[in-house]
């Protein structure tokens, strides 16, 4: 297992844009499952976008289709979130979370965790 940083988080605005990014020192997400995860306070934690790096197969939550989207930069071993449209209901702490193999359920085992980044969306 890994240590993953993210970083990026912040308060906006609704309507306004944030972008998450994730990665780890030395470490290279090569037919990894990465995948974004949230939870807002007395929430359960939530999967909001994966990648599949094997393949760039993406899968995102319904809750942020159209607005989210997770993408991978292979020279900087690098996974972002690009978050559009912001709205106060996307509140939460950000995780991103890493494992070898295919992202085919949000509850499949992630041996790597970051600690977190706060996003805040005022209305």
């Known amino acids: 297992q890994v240590q993953l940083v993210e970083s990026g988080g912040d308060s906006v605005q609704a309507g306004g844009s944030l972008k998450l990014s994730c990665g780890a020192s030395g470490y290279t997400f090569g037919w990894h499952c990465v995948a974004w995860f949230r939870q807002a306070p007395g929430k359960e934690r939530e999967g909001v976008a994966a990648?599949?790096?094997?393949?760039?197969?993406?899968q995102y939550a319904d809750s942020v289709k159209g607005r989210f989207t997770i993408s991978q930069d292979f020279t900087q071993n690098t996974v972002y979130l690009q978050m559009n449209s912001l709205k106060p209901e996307d509140t939460a702490m950000y995780y991103c979370a890493a494992d070898l193999g295919r992202c085919y359920s949000w509850s499949r085992e992630f041996r790597s965790w970051g600690q977190g980044t706060q996003v805040t969306v005022a209305s």
């Open positions: 990648i599949y790096t094997g393949t760039q197969e993406i």
